[in-house]
């Protein structure tokens, strides 16, 4: 059913809110690069860690609200009357909004496919190399299984998913320059990049040698491209950008050793 429009304008107008764990880059951060590069102001209300915590862990045991259902996980995005979960779907949701994206067309999906597979490999994989008993125990206590998980990770599957990001870039439906899709920066380029960013922080010899063997240059060069867009370079040299700290890209130096 079709909401009234005063009720759409008021989601249309009202601030874009980002919820989710204080003090990391995380799946967050898949989000703050689309404000950053369009330039749009919203409340980042995971700076204020004592606020933050609560807000999250009271999003993840609520039973939602009259308008949205109850969320599993951060991040979410609240926008007026809307409360949305999953990185990719907030993602969809935002990007033509910011103009990183189309409102319509196959685009949005064939956009939508590559940021899933994207997150997949660089977020959702890696996460496992530290943690591939369970999330609730300690690194320490799952270790002798990362390095198993880490080899296989850097060995197989970093370079499968680069290849993937370098199929795309050399498919026609990339278009002109350095860009993964129709001919200019849209969100997913900004996903590659955090995704690359963070992979090279974790895994940082396995993704020299990557880079050194050249079989990967549009997915680098796609990298550098982003890094250097002028409110991505003064972000990422600002203290708004979070370190990485016990989140999903961790540098553990014994899960590169052979
Ligand atoms: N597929 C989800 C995963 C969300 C997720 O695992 N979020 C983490 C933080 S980055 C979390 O809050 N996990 C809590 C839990 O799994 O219980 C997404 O992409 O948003």
Same mark, same amino acid.
């Given at each position: 059913?079709?909401?009234?429009?005063?009720?759409?304008?008021?989601?249309?107008?009202?601030?874009?809110e980002?919820?989710y764990?204080?003090?990391?880059?995380g799946?967050?951060?898949?989000?703050?690069l689309?404000f950053v590069?369009?330039?749009?102001?919203?409340?980042?209300?995971?700076?204020?860690?004592g606020?933050?915590?609560?807000?999250?862990?009271?999003?993840?045991?609520?039973?939602?609200?009259?308008a949205?259902p109850?969320?599993?996980?951060?991040?979410? &995005?609240?926008?007026? /009357? $809307?409360?949305?979960? !999953?990185?990719a779907?907030i993602?969809? +949701?935002?990007? *033509? =909004?910011?103009?990183?994206?189309p409102?319509e067309?196959?685009?949005?999906?064939?956009?939508?496919?590559?940021?899933l597979?994207?997150?997949?490999?660089?977020?959702?994989?890696?996460?496992?190399t530290?943690h591939?008993?369970?999330?609730?125990?300690?690194?320490?206590?799952?270790?002798?299984?990362?390095?198993?998980?880490s080899?296989?990770?850097?060995?197989?599957?970093?370079?499968r998913?680069?290849?993937?990001?370098?199929r795309?870039?050399?498919?026609?439906t990339?278009?002109?320059?350095p860009?993964l899709?129709?001919?200019? &920066?849209?969100?997913? /380029? $900004?996903?590659?990049? !955090?995704?690359i960013?963070g992979?090279? +922080?974790?895994? *940082? =010899?396995?993704m020299?040698?990557?880079?050194?063997?050249g079989?990967?240059?549009g997915?680098?060069?796609?990298?550098k491209?982003?890094?250097?867009?002028?409110?991505?370079?003064?972000?990422m040299?600002?203290?708004?950008r979070?370190s990485?700290g016990?989140g999903?890209?961790?540098?553990?130096?014994?899960?590169e050793?052979?």
């Amino acid at each position: 059913m079709a909401e009234p429009e005063s009720k759409r304008l008021k989601t249309e107008d009202a601030p874009y809110e980002l919820i989710y764990w204080p003090g990391l880059p995380g799946r967050g951060e898949l989000i703050r690069l689309l404000f950053v590069e369009a330039g749009v102001p919203f409340t980042d209300r995971s700076k204020d860690p004592g606020e933050a915590v609560g807000l999250v862990t009271g999003l993840m045991s609520d039973n939602g609200d009259d308008a949205n259902p109850p969320a599993f996980a951060v991040p979410a &995005l609240r926008h007026g /009357d $809307l409360l949305i979960s !999953q990185t990719a779907n907030i993602l969809l +949701y935002l990007a *033509p =909004k910011l103009g990183l994206g189309p409102s319509e067309g196959n685009g949005v999906y064939h956009l939508n496919s590559i940021a899933l597979t994207l997150i997949d490999g660089f977020v959702n994989e890696i996460h496992e190399t530290h943690h591939p008993i369970a999330t609730s125990q300690y690194y320490a206590d799952q270790k002798e299984e990362a390095k198993k998980r880490s080899k296989a990770y850097t060995s197989e599957r970093i370079p499968r998913f680069l290849q993937y990001a370098q199929r795309v870039i050399d498919a026609k439906t990339s278009g002109d320059g350095p860009w993964l899709y129709g001919g200019k &920066l849209t969100y997913v /380029d $900004l996903v590659l990049f !955090q995704c690359i960013h963070g992979t090279k +922080y974790a895994f *940082p =010899k396995a993704m020299e040698e990557m880079e050194k063997s050249g079989k990967y240059d549009g997915v680098f060069a796609l990298f550098k491209a982003v890094q250097e867009r002028p409110n991505i370079k003064e972000y990422m040299a600002s203290d708004k950008r979070c370190s990485y700290g016990d989140g999903i890209w961790r540098y553990y130096p014994e899960l590169e050793e052979e």
